[in-house]
């Protein structure tokens, strides 16, 4: 059986999909046309199936799997045999809302996948030590079960091989195996070097007779809790004179606000010059531009060094953000130079008509008309200033001009055995971009398909 697992596992995801996606096709008809009697067997059949699937054995989820969804779907498909048969236009929308169906299922999928990694990371930033290291897929967080006494929180463990005593509480324990039991509630005392003092908690939530045990027989008692303190420690381990994180902050808004506003500037103006202006020799000063692009930034990475430290701005926030105001680069040069190609010329012959300058009709006509791909434009430069590593890594030497990418990268140096401190410490970076892609998603999928079509 295990040598045909793959196989069953292949044919049981391939039947889920066609499973799932006639079911939503049924219960759409049904909605449609509405006729839902249908659904009346489709949708408690599907349940059931599901139901008898997961009730079983681990090791035979695979064939129950392809049984559970073979059977939903040959119910589906016959109550669709022998359901009245509809109308030309009904079967024209039936088949586009089916292709629709099953191209959202894989999309859906697509991103549930994608998501994974960052689920993780914010489940495990949630976590406390102890419950990252374990051997279980934990994507709940959970922490342990504490209760006052004296004024002090004690937590509640188990003790393996702790007989009840007379009025000791018990919790609902499982093994490994997965086999439940009640066991006997102790309440730890202190953690010394070679023993762990534990006493039991009674009744009323008084305390029995202590005593010192093995730490490797001792468990805590946890629940589903969220550990909200690892981001406030995340930050006091930062040092004293970054503020807890603040001066990484202003930094790195500072550098990615001016690389912003100069990339924005220079490279829609750059641009502007390749596709509306004529001049001398624009072609082949384009084709040289768009050349550079394929120089890898490692050639160029030492020649900027000595340029900039020449220049006496080494261990400044200047090598950051100035080369910027110099074009933009030559990608954002093409994106915008593409869009303003789709704006109709009529538009530029009538702003010279009414006497514009090219400056005017650039800043008042043509710039407005641009402000999908602008916004394209200020995403990527906004990712790339945000996360940029390797700039601060060759031009600053002072800690406290550190940007949030490389004092991350400091951080997992000095803390990297902490994974919770960390993956919080690693949130608060990623969050940023994350709802700026969030909120400006739109704009930059709209610049991104607009970029190219003719006018």
Request: aromatic share 10%.
């Amino acid at each position: 059986m295990e040598k045909l697992s793959p196989l069953f596992w292949l044919c049981g995801v391939a039947l889920a999909y066609v499973a799932l996606g006639q079911l939503v096709v049924a219960i759409r008809n049904a909605i449609h046309t509405r006729s839902y009697l249908p659904l009346l067997v489709d949708v408690p059949v599907a349940v059931a199936a599901v139901y008898w699937m997961v009730s079983g054995a681990p090791e035979s989820l695979p064939l129950r799997l392809v049984i559970a969804m073979g059977v939903i779907t040959v119910v589906v498909a016959a109550l669709r045999a022998v359901s009245p048969k509809p109308t030309p236009k009904q079967m024209k929308e039936g088949r586009e809302g089916a292709r629709q169906t099953y191209l959202h299922l894989v999309l859906l999928t697509g991103a549930v996948v994608f998501m994974v990694p960052f689920v993780w990371l914010v489940s495990t930033s949630l976590k406390d030590d102890e419950d990252i290291f374990t051997n279980e897929i934990r994507i709940i967080p959970q922490r342990p079960v504490t209760f006052k006494r004296n004024g002090k929180d004690l937590t509640m463990v188990t003790v393996d091989g702790a007989k009840l005593a007379p009025g000791q509480k018990t919790v609902r324990r499982e093994d490994d195996d997965g086999n439940a039991s009640m066991a006997p509630l102790f309440a730890q005392l202190a953690d010394n070097e070679d023993t762990i003092s534990v006493a039991p908690i009674l009744l009323g939530n008084g305390l029995g007779r202590e005593s010192s045990v093995n730490p490797d027989g001792v468990h805590k008692v946890k629940k589903p809790g969220i550990v909200w303190e690892n981001y406030p420690k995340s930050l006091q381990y930062l040092p004293d004179e970054t503020h807890h994180g603040l001066v990484y902050l202003g930094n790195t808004l500072f550098i990615t606000a001016m690389s912003i506003i100069g990339t924005l500037l220079t490279a829609s103006m750059v641009a502007f010059a390749f596709a509306r202006l004529r001049w001398p020799g624009k072609d082949g000063l384009f084709i040289l531009l768009l050349s550079t692009m394929m120089l890898p930034y490692a050639v160029t990475m030492i020649p900027q060094f000595l340029i900039w430290q020449k220049l006496g701005f080494f261990n400044t926030l200047v090598p950051l953000w100035a080369g910027a105001f110099l074009g933009g680069g030559a990608f954002n040069i093409f994106l915008l130079r593409q869009f303003f190609m789709t704006i109709p010329s009529e538009l530029e012959e009538a702003a010279k008509i009414d006497g514009c300058s090219y400056w005017r009709t650039f800043w008042t006509i043509m710039l407005p008309l641009v402000r999908p791909a602008m916004a394209t434009v200020a995403i990527m430069t906004f990712m790339g200033s945000w996360n940029n590593f390797m700039g601060p890594l060759i031009y600053i030497s002072s800690p406290t001009k550190m940007p949030v990418a490389y004092a991350l990268q400091l951080y997992q140096s000095v803390h990297g055995g902490e994974f919770g401190l960390l993956m919080a410490a690693s949130t608060m970076v990623m969050i940023p971009v994350l709802l700026v892609f969030f909120f400006c998603q739109r704009y930059f999928i709209q610049g991104i398909t607009l970029t190219g079509l003719k006018g």
